[in-house]
């Protein structure tokens, strides 16, 4: 199941549709061709052979009376490291570019420093001159919103603003901001934008922003509540696994063995609790990191 967190990030982008040309520009200037509207398609890419590829959000750029596709943009949302993305975002890429016949950009979007520089890994394809280079919006990418007036034109902007730099000291002048546009919200989006924007803010801007908005703040919107619970035992057990994770490969560190990018990637990718525990005990004996993967002892 996808976290809360990148549900989140997928409807900012399906909210509003420019965004993604926005980033591409304004964050990583990425030059975007003129464009008279932007329209979230469906992001379901299955071919007659059976698979299951679905990319977060697909927008193409539209312009002239008879809305003629100028540019296609892949979102996708990159919260943790995934072995299988470096083989699919090509083909959402190629598929893409086929289904509306004009360029496709990747753009894929982080909120961890760490998972910026994974997801900006060129993709070597197999074939001479074929390299995907993923544009990634990570959190350096993204702007400081703290101005009220710039919230109210962009108040996904802002609210992806206060995910990327909610525990830093602009975190308050960040929710402040992110206030004075949410009058302008629909109750929908308010809600579920209110949510995120406190879940993300460090504990003492979250204090100063729910005494603003009203004691005893609870968690509004229906995509909130939804999610909530689940994410909570969710974020607990995925707390578990990235904290063995980290123990395996700190212990094989710690015994100057060279931890090889696939190994630790293989690590950093487990969801098996079983299968970390076995890793932990394994790294204390293993002469070679590589061992450490062997499907044989324990």
């Given at each position: 199941m996808p976290s809360v967190t990148h549900e989140a990030l997928v409807e900012l982008f399906k909210n509003r549709p420019t965004l993604a040309a926005e980033m591409l520009q304004d964050a990583l200037g990425q030059p975007i061709p003129a464009f008279t509207e932007a329209r979230v398609e469906s992001s379901d890419l299955t071919e007659i052979v059976p698979s299951d590829r679905r990319a977060d959000v697909i927008?193409?750029?539209?312009?002239g009376d008879q809305r003629r596709p100028a540019m296609a943009i892949v979102v996708e949302v990159q919260l943790g490291v995934d072995p299988d993305k470096p083989y699919v975002w090509p083909v959402y890429v190629v598929q893409t570019r086929a289904r509306h016949r004009c360029p496709t950009r990747l753009l894929v979007v982080t909120i961890e420093a760490a998972m910026a520089r994974w997801c900006s890994q060129p993709i070597d394809t197999g074939h001479p001159g074929l390299t995907l280079t993923p544009l990634v919006l990570g959190p350096e990418g993204v702007p400081v919103v703290t101005d009220a007036e710039q919230a109210k034109a962009a108040p996904e902007v802002a609210v992806l603003s206060a995910m990327a730099h909610g525990q830093s000291a602009a975190a308050e002048a960040i929710g402040v901001a992110f206030l004075a546009a949410a009058a302008g919200l629909d109750e929908e989006r308010r809600a579920l934008y209110g949510d995120l924007v406190l879940s993300s803010l460090n504990a003492a801007a979250r204090r100063i922003l729910e005494a603003m908005m009203k004691s005893g703040y609870e968690f509004q919107s229906e995509f909130a509540r939804s999610y909530v619970a689940k994410g909570v035992e969710k974020g607990r057990q995925q707390g578990i696994l990235e904290a063995k994770a980290h123990d395996v490969l700190a212990f094989l560190e710690a015994r100057g063995?060279?931890?090889?990018?696939?190994?630790?990637?293989?690590?950093?990718?487990?969801?098996?609790?079983?299968?970390?525990?076995?890793?932990?005990?394994?790294?204390?004996?293993?002469?070679?990191?590589?061992?450490?993967?062997?499907?044989?002892?324990s």
């Open positions: 927008v193409v750029l539209l312009v063995l060279e931890v090889p990018v696939d190994v630790r990637e293989r690590v950093l990718a487990s969801t098996d609790i079983a299968e970390l525990d076995r890793w932990i005990r394994r790294a204390a004996v293993v002469s070679d990191a590589r061992a450490l993967l062997a499907t044989t002892g």
